[in-house]
Each structure stands twice: as C-alpha cells, then as structure tokens.
C-alpha cells in the first residue's frame, strides 16, 4: 500500500513560462526558505533595478555588482516568478492557510520541452520551464 504524501498545511503551484533557466535556478536559490511576502519585495526590488540578482551558478562573465559579487537584472523572470508566487500565496489562501507565516519550502524549475523554430535559417530555441513551488505554514 502507498504511503501518503500529502501534506495537511502547505500548498503548491506548477506553472509553465517561457524562461531563462539559468536565471530561474538562481532566483529558486536566492529565495527558498523566505518568507513569500519577502520573497515578492525582494523580487520587486529587482525589477526596479534597486538590487540585484545574485548569480552563484552559471558566472562566467557576470559583472560584480554593488554588495555581491556577480549580479544581474533579469526582468522578464523576474515577473514571471512574481506571478507564479502570488499564485501559490492565493492557493494557500484557498486551503485557508495563514498567508503570513507561508515558507518557501521547494522551487523546482525544471525543463519542460526544446522546440526547434520552423524558420530555415534561424538556429534559435524556444525553451519553456515547468516552476513547481511548495509553501508550508511555518
């Protein structure tokens, strides 16, 4: 008989977006285990070029930033992971669990498929990333 993996006090969303994986990765070390209330402001603070994005896997040629190391800006997943966590935060809300104290427990973005563009002469890839993000109550 299977074991039961449910957990009673945490909610999950898995969204498909069109997103720069190696920006992703970054971001899921960045925030995971934050509050997702922090983890948004953080993210915001990005978008609005305040802080930004530290890069610890895939540096090669990043620029040092002001207070870390290596940095980046990356909008367009930046706004895509916001979307995803306000997501989760209202799944949460739906299972009517405490908004407040939610934790980001698991981000998973993982690769979903590679597409060749039909174009005969364009070499370039469409890539998509499935994002499984877990919260638990804390």
Known sequence: ???N???PNAATANVIMP???KYTINIGKWIKGDNVDKAIRKLESVAKKETALPIVRFKKDTSHKRGISAGRYPLKTVMHVIKALK???SNAKHKSLDDSKLVINEFMPNMVFSQRQRAKHDRGRL???KIGVRVEEK
């Open 5 to 7: 993996t449910m957990i």
């Open 1 to 3: 008989m299977a074991k």
């Open 127 to 129: 890539t998509s990333l």
């Open 19 to 21: 997103v720069s994986t």
């Open 87 to 89: 997501l989760v935060k």
